[in-house]
């Protein structure tokens, strides 16, 4: 008898070094045996050490996948990516709640890729915020953190972090120390995982590969903090694994 799949939906860009984006999200997903699916919103240029360019795709084509794929699945668990700007992510974000209410949706703000390239120029502070509290986890490094204001506005009162929406604050890209990641989660608890700094030139889509692996282990039914904490082992596995800035843990890893 054919095994019964668990599904995940995830929407981003096309790398085509497979090692961000939705390649490198559907082999993380598929590792914990979490069967993804993808709709594409920029066709990008870019192998692990050179990005060149978004090539961005229009909302009506982003709409047009997303059309097809809910018409045989309805997702409980989406992860959004790379998205060109504030008003694609709202109507990506509508889209999924309109035709699954309940569905647990990860955002991973993308702010530049790890070759430099910078997709957040021109968006200010106050154009991504009214839209994440439709989103139930953002998970930000510090450089993200700063540019989306999540920092200026729960000084202002504006937010409350892990009330509106949790947050996944990533430490791996901070300097010295242990790498800490630090969740204020909605239940009023702020959770740290830790592991040690491995030393490096880094990986390229750590950020995509530990938001899909959450996302899966979501999906497997474990809770938020489980979640962060498995994926959070398997990042240091995916950090040694693979060739130069390549992850890779195959199948017969597991």
């Not at 504006?158 to 630090?182: M, N, P, R």
């Not at 700094?197 to 899966?216: M, Q, W, Y």
């Amino acid at each position: 008898m054919a095994e019964k799949l668990t599904y995940a939906l995830t929407i981003g860009g096309f790398d085509g070094s497979a090692g961000a984006g939705i390649l490198a999200d559907v082999k993380a997903m598929a590792h914990f045996g979490v069967y993804a699916q993808s709709v594409c919103t920029a066709l990008t240029e870019q192998n692990e050490d050179e990005f060149v360019a978004p090539g961005w795709i229009i909302w009506e084509r982003i709409e047009a996948q997303l059309d097809t794929l809910f018409r045989k699945h309805t997702f409980e668990f989406v992860k959004i990516g790379l998205v060109e700007k504030p008003k694609i992510l709202k109507r990506i974000v509508d889209y999924v709640r309109e035709k699954s209410p309940k569905a647990f949706i990860v955002w991973d703000p993308i702010a530049s890729a790890s070759a430099g390239y910078h997709f957040m120029r021109g968006i200010e502070q106050d154009d991504f915020l009214p839209i994440m509290s439709s989103i139930d986890l953002v998970t930000p490094n510090a450089e993200e953190f700063a540019l989306l204001g999540l920092g200026l506005a729960a000084s202002r009162d504006q937010i409350e972090l892990g009330k509106d929406f949790a947050i996944l604050l990533k430490g791996g890209h901070s300097v010295g120390g242990d790498s800490v990641d630090t969740l204020w989660a909605k239940d009023g608890n702020q959770y740290k995982f830790s592991s040690p700094r491995i030393p490096g030139d880094g990986k390229h889509g750590t950020g995509c590969n530990l938001s899909s692996a959450i996302v899966a282990n979501l999906a497997l039914g474990k809770s938020l903090t489980e979640s962060c904490q498995i994926a959070k082992n398997y990042m240091d596995e995916f950090i040694k694994s693979g060739e130069g800035r390549l992850g890779f843990i195959s199948s017969s890893a597991r």
